[in-house]
């Protein structure tokens, strides 16, 4: 029988085969004994060879602590069907995601970075351990951003996480432009692209997602070792060539981009342009026309004011706001406003941008920046980073702060005005607080920019 010596709080226990290390002494809590234990061979009675060829590990773990953290390695060590080897091979997994899987079920430690986030997560499905799962999920999350929403959409979609791909689609639909720019549109599988053409809520202009889907279509065809002929490009586009929606397109557009490409037949090209020259009527072979969001069309503008005046002032202590209500009777997307500029020549003002839906003060858009005015009388633009949508029938604040120099204001201003089948409807209620004195009639914020 083994004797402790009880002086030591690394205490060593005798027995017939020498002095064992007390190594649990120190360790007061299960889980830092379990922790000590993790990508050890003290006591280990399963191996794992992880990885493939040169790369490679062999890692030891315990079964009583796998089987305590998955159901999956409880079946696998004591089910009905258990395996009597010591030893099992994981080609299909990578050995820092495993190592991070293993550090997660001996000591609930997380330990997720950008390189082995996909591989954990396929490992903790893989094994049904959902809580790292759910660390997994949430830090990709927190981490997404247009550069890498196409790569986490495919992802998403290839391990059945829905609320991930929605909120990569919301993503890539707020800045599509900048989406399908990113290097992991072109690797994305033809089902995820249809997912997203399907969509009609992209920001983009449709001749400029036909160029993103050329691109696409020419790296699938180098990935197929496929040659770059049309025949090859329509057929690894397959259902997704019915998707791209010509008609939206100017003639112009058209012209410079898919009638010059080698996805289109003679007869196809001809159709288009006898459409688009309004010479014949739609195509009627399932080509779609319904518009994708804000970027259709032509960049619109409704201006308030017929009267342009001088001397506008925002010459005080405090942030003086210029604002003005509106509500429009169909769903649109602002992009920016109108705004004056200096009466006395160059000047530049700082400028912070506002819009928000009035009754419950939800800011939907703000941007600081400059306006770099010549001292002309017309408006300048100024825009939001990404288009805001604007629900039908809905009051809006749109405000400015503005430090600078005077400006031109305008006058006789209107309250209803109709521009390309869009109606306006601008007022100034106190609940606003407008202390710059802007209104329906007279002031500043001459132009809302926007599509239909």
């Known amino acids: 029988m083994g004797e402790v010596n009880p002086t030591s709080s690394n205490a060593t226990i005798a027995s017939n085969d020498g002095l064992v290390d007390n190594w649990q002494a120190s360790r007061e809590k299960v889980s830092e004994r379990f922790g000590y234990l993790f990508n050890n061979e003290k006591l280990a009675d399963i191996h794992f060879i992880v990885g493939k060829c040169t790369k490679q590990q062999r890692i030891p773990a315990h079964k009583l602590v796998l089987s305590a953290g998955s159901v999956v390695f409880e079946a696998m060590f004591s089910g009905p069907l258990a395996t009597t080897s010591d030893e099992m091979e994981l080609p299909d997994v990578e050995p820092l995601a495993f ?65 991930l791909a929605e909120l990569c689609l919301d993503t890539i639909d707020k800045n599509t432009k900048d989406a399908i720019a990113a290097d992991g549109f072109t690797d994305i599988d033809l089902d995820t692209l249809i997912v997203v053409l399907e969509r009609n809520t992209l920001l983009i202009e449709e001749f400029k997602l036909f160029e993103a889907i050329e691109r696409w279509t020419k790296a699938e065809c180098a990935r197929k070792k496929l040659p770059l002929t049309s025949e090859s490009m329509r057929s690894v586009l397959g259902r997704a060539f019915g998707l791209i929606r010509f008609l939206l397109m100017s003639i112009e557009e058209f012209a410079f981009g898919p009638a010059k490409s080698d996805l289109l037949n003679d007869r196809e090209v001809r159709e288009m342009f006898l459409y688009l020259t309004k010479v014949n009527p739609k195509p009627t072979d399932g080509i779609l026309d319904v518009p994708r969001c804000a970027m259709t069309g032509k960049e619109k503008s409704v201006n308030r004011f017929p009267q342009v005046v001088g001397n506008w002032s925002f010459a005080t202590p405090i942030n003086r706001y210029d604002c003005i209500q509106f509500s429009v009777d169909k769903r649109i997307f602002v992009v920016g406003f109108g705004l004056y500029g200096s009466i006395n020549g160059p000047a530049i003002h700082e400028v912070h941008l506002n819009l928000k839906r009035s009754v419950t003060g939800v800011v939907r858009g703000s941007e600081k920046t400059s306006l770099s005015s010549n001292g002309s009388s017309s408006p300048y633009r100024v825009m939001f980073q990404s288009p805001i949508e604007i629900l039908p029938n809905t009051l809006y604040t749109a405000s400015v702060i503005s430090k600078g120099p005077a400006t031109y204001s305008g006058i006789n201003g209107k309250s209803t005005i109709t521009i390309d089948g869009s109606t306006f409807q601008f007022s100034n209620k106190l609940e606003i607080h407008s202390n710059n004195l802007t209104s329906t009639e007279s002031g500043q914020i001459p132009e809302i920019i926007f599509y239909s």
């Open 99 to 163: 190592l991070t899987f293993l550090k997660f079920i001996y000591s609930d430690v997380v330990q997720i970075c950008q390189e082995t986030v996909m591989s954990t997560l396929y490992i903790a499905k893989k094994y049904y351990v959902s809580a790292l799962e759910r660390h997994c999920v949430d830090f990709l999350k927190s981490n997404l951003n247009a550069n890498n929403a196409f790569l986490l959409l495919t992802q998403a979609r290839l391990f059945d996480e829905p609320q």
